[in-house]
């Protein structure tokens, strides 16, 4: 498991390094003023495209084929992106939280509430686009989920625009920090366990 890991954390800064540049660049640009939301959104959506990728080298370079030879059961491979991308959102949520708490300082609006509240909306926000797409492409490759895969990237980066214009700031403030928002972490970490367990078994019945 540990070289599976490590493979993919070299892919990624091999293959993923724009993404860590589009990230710093969003959140500066929604530090220095940005009112919008997306800048903050995107991101995390963003994030969440980086197993999927890594997924799409793997079949490009045939290194799905060549695995089979390996002494890896499904569940690990599988795990092992899942792992990746949980590191990636976490560092980017860490980032935005520290962002985000540094602007309300700033604009003096900050309160833990109001962080947690926004946090607790990028958190399923950033596990959206992998939790959906990963079993997808676990179950019939890159190539023929494509399309799919396509729809449902299509429908996560136009939520996270709509959220970055219904949501005006300092909204997050207007939510209280009561049993709604650990209702939402809890929902974000098992919408990406299900996706995660659901990848699993589609990835069986495909190598099967």
Known sequence: ???????????????????????????????????????????????????????????????????????????????????????????????????????????GSFTFSGLMSLMAILTVLSFVTSSFSLPVIFRWGVEKGRIAHAVIIGFAFAGGAAAGMVFQPGVQMEISFGGFLPIMFLLGIGIYALSWYLSIVFYRKREA
């Open 1 to 107: 498991m540990k070289g599976l890991l490590l493979k993919d954390l070299y892919m990624t800064a091999k293959y993923c390094r724009a993404y860590a540049l589009i990230v710093v660049v969003f959140l500066v640009v929604s530090f220095f003023g940005n009112e919008n939301l997306f800048f903050v959104f995107y991101p995390c959506l963003m994030v969440g495209l980086i197993p999927v990728n890594l997924l799409s080298y793997d079949e490009r370079s045939k290194w799905t084929l060549y695995s089979g030879t390996l002494p890896y059961s499904k569940a690990q491979i599988v795990s092992g992106k899942y792992l990746i991308g949980l590191f990636a959102q976490a560092i980017v949520l860490i980032l935005t939280a520290i962002t985000q708490a540094m602007i309300m300082h700033r604009d």
